[in-house]
């Protein structure tokens, strides 16, 4: 044979010493179960969102005080106030301060700014013995106290119930993506047809399930989506003073092709100011 190649060949008998030696393979394993159907409208997103040109804000939010007073009334009437129902109302208050963020653009280009703030959320409720994320639009946020949305989301975990917008959506997910794309089409131009069963906002909370630090950056396709990351203690500066203080790890996902950069960050201000403040906590104490 030319140059250093070598081969190497085996007899029956070394074969035989093989197998004597060789385990035998073990069957793993598995179970396959079903991907729910409400994952498809994630990666319906998901593909509606390519081509967007999105603008991220990671902020920390101070929400020492907000947590303090949902800790003290718990502790006072053993009711445990929802933190992403407090979010939601700041959120909803903070567009009705700065309204294009939820702004949509039609088909002429023009953009189209409704006066009532809808948010869309995914709500955890029990079916069948196991946790389902049911798609939720909060309507007329601007409009409700902190009280409403909060009875809002306990009613729908407590006895699970879609809105209008979920209860289409989830029929509306039985049919294969090559017919949701040219319905996408159509009525993501026609702004005032979509919004009566979704929402150009988003709200996930998928972050605050981990512990400490944490921020989540969403492939969004909505005008404006809040990810709620985790809570983390550090020291902050409170009255000139060094004190521990927690942490929200927010990020904002706005498309810039809507909403220009002062906009955003005005609106992003705002939000961060009122959730410092417990905006709509107050009247829980």
């Not at 909505?222 to 521990?244: M, Q, S, Y």
Request: hydrophobic share 40%.
């Amino acid at each position: 044979m030319a140059g250093n190649t070598k081969r190497l060949l085996l007899g029956e008998e070394d074969i035989d010493h093989i197998s004597e030696h060789s385990q035998p393979m073990r069957e793993e394993k598995y179970r396959i179960v079903p991907i729910p159907r409400e994952r498809r409208f994630a990666l319906d997103a998901g593909r509606l969102g390519r081509g967007k040109h999105i603008v991220h804000g990671l902020a920390e939010v101070d929400v020492t005080g907000a947590r303090l007073i949902i800790r003290q009334h718990e502790e006072q009437t053993g009711e445990r106030l929802s933190f992403t129902a407090f979010i939601i109302n700041c959120l909803g208050e903070a567009i009705n301060r700065h309204k294009e963020l939820h702004a949509y653009r039609n088909w002429r280009g023009q953009l189209v700014i409704f006066e009532d703030v809808n948010i869309a959320t995914m709500i955890e409720v029990e079916m069948g013995g196991r946790p389902v994320p049911m798609p939720y639009v909060f309507k007329g946020v601007n409009n409700k106290t902190y009280r409403e949305t909060h009875e809002e989301i306990r009613e729908v975990q407590s006895t699970p119930r879609e809105s209008e917008g979920g209860r289409l959506m989830r029929w509306f997910l039985y049919l294969p993506w090559i017919i949701r794309r040219p319905f996408y089409w159509i009525v993501l131009r026609v702004p005032q047809r979509f919004r009566a069963y979704s929402s150009s906002v988003m709200v996930t909370a998928v972050g605050m399930f981990s512990r400490g630090a944490s921020w989540g950056i969403p492939h969004p396709s909505f005008t404006l989506t809040v990810t709620l990351g985790g809570i983390a203690e550090k020291p902050g500066v409170l009255n000139g003073e060094i004190a521990i203080r927690e942490y929200l790890h927010l990020t904002v996902s706005v498309d810039h092709d809507i909403v220009d950069g002062a906009p955003i960050a005005r609106f992003g201000n705002e939000l961060m100011g009122l959730i410092e403040r417990g905006y709509g906590l107050q009247d829980q104490e």
